[in-house]
């Protein structure tokens, strides 16, 4: 079965810090991708998503991430994190052609110090 | 629109007994999904519906539980009957098209049971 791992359970940067969060699946055919991100006490929202094309993705808040197929790999990134970006994100993924479900990543909680 | 819109918010009950918990999707979303979060098992996918009919339900936990979608606005999840294993967030999200598109969630309802 598809599955989805994200490295870091919880992070703690500075603000000003560059960010990257892991994640990799474990189906080897065509995917979908997603980051998702709960802000304390707020819904989760899709952050950016990953269809076909350009490898790297850009969303929202200057986050981006980048597919690397060889790699299994989604990562997020953000060059300079901001306290306003504190919130559990999470992977996930679709296996097209297999089933309609996304598959979710237990989620990384990230915590910026002022 | 107002969202996805969840009931209750929050649930204190005592084991043994059922507990309803409630969803109203976006208007016009196709598909509907439950979710259940927990420390322990993260982001969980219980159940999903396209077009009011159940597509797969094969992340139930036990026959304990059960969800139905009488029409296209408004969905149950039912636990009866309750035990403390199941205190968890759970969350209402839709969909529109294709089950991968962008999932709307629900604020969740924060489940506890004693």
């Known amino acids: 079965a598809q599955s989805v791992s994200q490295h870091n359970h919880h992070v703690i940067l500075s603000e000003a810090a560059s960010l990257e969060l892991g994640c990799n699946y474990s189906y080897g055919g065509t995917v979908n991708l997603f980051w998702y991100v709960q802000y304390p006490g707020q819904h989760l929202q899709l952050l950016l998503k990953?269809?076909?094309?350009?490898?790297l993705v850009k969303g929202i808040k200057g986050f981006e991430a980048e597919f690397i197929k060889s790699k299994f790999s989604f990562n997020l990134r953000k060059p300079s994190v901001q306290w306003s970006d504190t919130a559990e994100y999470f992977c996930?993924?679709?296996?097209?052609?297999?089933?309609?479900?996304?598959?979710f990543g237990k989620g990384t909680r990230l915590h910026i110090l002022p | 629109d107002a969202g996805v819109i969840q009931s209750p918010r929050h649930e204190v009950t005592e084991m043994g007994q059922e507990v309803t918990l409630r969803c109203k999707p976006i208007s016009g979303h196709d598909y509907l999904f439950w979710y259940r979060q927990t420390m322990m098992r993260g982001l969980e996918l219980l159940i999903y519906?396209?077009?009011?009919?159940?597509?797969?339900d094969s992340g139930m936990p036990e026959d304990r539980f059960s969800a139905k979608m009488p029409n296209a606005s408004f969905s149950t999840l039912k636990i009866q009957p309750s035990e403390p294993r199941d205190s968890a967030v759970y969350f209402c999200a839709s969909s529109l098209g294709f089950s991968y598109n962008e999932q709307f969630f629900g604020p969740g309802t924060r489940l506890t049971v004693l």
């Open positions: 519906f396209n077009n009011n009919v159940p597509i797969d």
């Open positions: 990953y269809f076909s094309g350009d490898p």
């Open positions: 996930a993924v679709n296996a097209v052609n297999r089933d309609d479900k996304i598959i």
